[in-house]
């Protein structure tokens, strides 16, 4: 398993980092993260693929068209973003996603 710190990789060990420095580190960098409101996860995971995921592991006894809808759903949110980390999408960026997705829809389709 490995932790990404300043865009490197870098392997978890049992004894945790190799020196008080280094972890002082990436803990300052994951609290950056939190206080931007980023999520802070191992790998950073394009949004497109984890709403698939999401579909494919909660959605699977739906209807033909409510999987309709949540694949309209999963083109809004590629046009919208296309491949970016999931860790990098803030809660403004996706508020901003939601307004302009909202924009012309009843609020029951935006739900």
Do not use: C
Not at 21 to 26: G, L, S, T
Not at 42 to 51: R, T
Request: aromatic share 10%.
């Amino acid at each position: 398993m490995a932790i990404t710190i300043s865009n490197k990789e870098k392997p978890i060990r049992k004894s945790g980092f190799r020196t008080k420095k280094e972890a002082q580190v990436a803990a300052a960098e994951v609290e950056d993260k939190l206080n931007k409101g980023k999520a802070v996860v191992m790998k950073e995971l394009p949004i497109d693929e984890y709403f698939e995921q999401w579909i494919s592991l909660y959605k699977t006894k739906i209807s033909d068209a409510t999987m309709k809808q949540y694949q309209y759903s999963l083109k809004a949110v590629k046009n919208h973003f296309g491949r970016d980390p999931i860790q990098n999408i803030t809660r403004q960026d996706y508020q901003r996603f939601i307004n302009d997705f909202g924009a012309n829809k009843a609020k029951e389709t935006v739900q």
